[in-house]
């Protein structure tokens, strides 16, 4: 029976303490209901950085200095010996092999878990739409991506977000296709009211995330510019951290486009109320909450069309091919001026979104600490 006995959990967390993106929001709702729990002994370890001299720096690229400065090896062992150690995203399974090696030289036994959210930078090998934007590899982006690899080789047990992350994770690591299980993420609605469903006006469109090259957002600034051009006036909300230092100037010039940099949960929940329509471009995604998001506010979706979105969309969204910026463009005309459409998306969108909850996410991975703990 899930919860009989007790679990002792190390959760290592990187985001915890600043929830706004997708990994963020998955370490503090799971974490916050981990701790209420009867049946769970938990310990919160944040990542005990180890600063790389000023230096060594300039020696270092990205990746390695991330390894470097990040490696959550170092967590207060709890009393029993046997205990799960949760891992909240992938770039911490660099440390598997690390912390196996400390658990046998301190005499304890830690079961290691993974959560891999995406692995879009290696994603670009053979993902056509990441072609373009595929990282200029040196060698230490290869060593750390092969030591990522191998650690989520090495877990005990690794949960993805999606079929679509599955897959991907094991065209990468094959070896480990008995030991994976897919736990989606959710969301969690303010209040009864917002699933009313609602056809928005004016004509805004709403985007939430990061100004990332795999988010696309370039090809639906293009796509609104061009509508604009035709004489049809229609605004683009962008909300999501946008440093001024990292816009490109084709978005932060763009006639229609209001950059809202980062805002909050509150914010956020009133753009999903009162936009007519929820875009998102991306070409890659593990999951993809703003999705889910949007939908529990009753807010329209149109999506990029790429594997996990029509995963976790299903019939609930309009899909398009992620870098035609006349399908683009179109599909945003066709669907503002279709007042019963919206309202059909709008009511299948919250439909859909109640399929996916946090206490969900929570309980499937309690499935999955009390199958390690008995391997």
Same mark, same amino acid.
């Given at each position: ?7 002792? @959990?190390?959760?290592? +967390? ?53 390894? @470097? ?15 799960? @150690?949760?891992?909240?995203? /992938? $770039? ?5 092999? &690390? ?26 090998? #053979? ?11 040196? #060698? ?24 679509? !992350? ?13 030991? &994976? ?20 006006? *004016? ?15 370039? !090809? ?17 909300? =962008? ?11 084709? &978005? ?5 486009? /209001?950059?809202?940099?980062? @805002?909050?949960?509150?914010?956020? /929940? ?7 329509? $929820? ?27 790429? *594997? ?23 599909? =945003? ?35 999955? +600490? ?6």
């Amino acid at each position: 029976m899930l919860g009989a006995k007790v679990r002792n @959990v190390v959760f290592v +967390y990187s985001f915890l303490e600043h929830p706004k993106g997708g990994i963020g929001q998955y370490e503090f709702q799971l974490s916050k209901r981990l701790k209420q729990d009867a049946y769970t002994q938990l310990k919160i370890s944040k990542i005990k950085a180890v600063r790389v001299p000023p230096f060594l720096r300039k020696l270092l690229f990205w990746n390695l200095k991330a390894f @470097v400065e990040n490696n959550p090896i170092w967590f207060d062992v709890p009393k029993d010996k046997l205990f799960i @150690v949760h891992l909240s995203h /992938q $770039f911490m399974a660099i440390s598997v092999p &690390i912390i196996k090696i400390r658990g046998f030289f301190s005499r304890f036994t830690p079961k290691i878990v993974v959560t891999v959210h995406d692995l879009y930078d290696l994603e670009t090998q #053979w993902n056509p739409f990441l072609q373009d934007f595929g990282p200029k590899w040196k #060698w230490s982006d290869r060593l750390v991506n092969y030591m990522m690899i191998k650690g989520i080789g090495l877990a005990d047990h690794v949960i993805v977000d999606s079929n679509a !992350t599955k897959k991907t994770v094991l065209r990468l690591s094959p070896g480990i296709k008995d030991k &994976i299980s897919v736990v989606y993420l959710g969301h969690e609605s303010s209040d009864n009211e917002v699933l009313k469903p609602v056809v928005k006006n *004016p004509r805004q469109v709403l985007y939430v995330g990061s100004l990332h090259p795999r988010k696309n957002i370039l !090809t639906l600034v293009k796509a609104i510019s061009l509508l604009r051009d035709q004489g049809y006036e229609v605004n683009l909300v =962008v909300a999501g951290a946008t440093r001024t230092t990292s816009i490109p100037d084709e &978005i932060k010039n763009a006639r229609g486009v /209001q950059l809202l940099g980062e @805002v909050t949960t509150t914010q956020i /929940q009133g753009l999903y109320k009162t936009s007519s329509l $929820f875009a998102f471009p991306s070409l890659s995604e593990g999951f993809g909450l703003p999705l889910i998001e949007a939908m529990s506010f009753g807010c329209p979706v149109l999506a990029s069309d790429i *594997p996990v979105f029509r995963e976790v969309g299903e019939d609930a969204a309009v899909y398009v091919p992620p870098l035609s910026i006349l399908e683009w463009a179109r599909n =945003v005309k066709k669907l503002l001026g279709d007042s019963s459409t919206l309202l059909s998306l709008s009511e299948r969108g919250i439909h859909q979104a109640r399929k996916f909850h946090w206490n969900t996410t929570y309980t499937e991975t309690l499935r999955v +600490y009390d199958y390690v703990m008995t391997k």
